[in-house]
């Protein structure tokens, strides 16, 4: 527990420098706001590892958007190796994930 305590200051610190924005087409601006306000940009980013796998190393696993809704409300770790376990994510509203699962399940 005092492990992952020790790398939200660092998630919170790369987060305000991610550069990933609605220009890129592959990445809708209503999918970036609810990225956003779900603090998501904090370990994840469409084309480069943070804390996180990217967002198009995720898609590569090619997870149906109900098991994208599973893994982040439950995260398995074993999942990725090399990186810092996921905190699950109980505060993402149920229609958000689901938008953001459905568009994650269909990234390219």
């Given amino acids: 527990m005092k ?5 939200f200051p660092v998630a919170l610190l790369l987060a305000s420098f991610t550069t990933v ?3 890129d ?3 809708p601006s209503d999918i970036k706001a609810l990225l956003d306000k779900n603090g998501c940009g904090a370990c994840h980013n469409l084309d480069r590892k943070l804390v996180g ?3 198009t190393d995720i898609s590569k696993r090619k997870y149906s958007a109900k098991r994208i809704t ?5 995260p398995e770790p074993a999942n990725w190796p090399g990186y810092v376990p996921m905190v699950a994510q109980p505060s993402v ?3 958000e994930m689901t938008k ?4 994650l399940s269909k990234l390219q």
């Fill in 3 to 7: 492990k992952h305590l020790l790398f």
């Fill in 21 to 23: 924005g609605g220009s």
């Fill in 25 to 27: 087409p592959r990445l």
């Fill in 53 to 55: 796998p990217s967002w």
């Fill in 70 to 74: 599973q893994l982040v409300a439950k």
């Fill in 93 to 95: 509203p149920k229609d």
């Fill in 100 to 103: 953001i699962a459905n568009w």
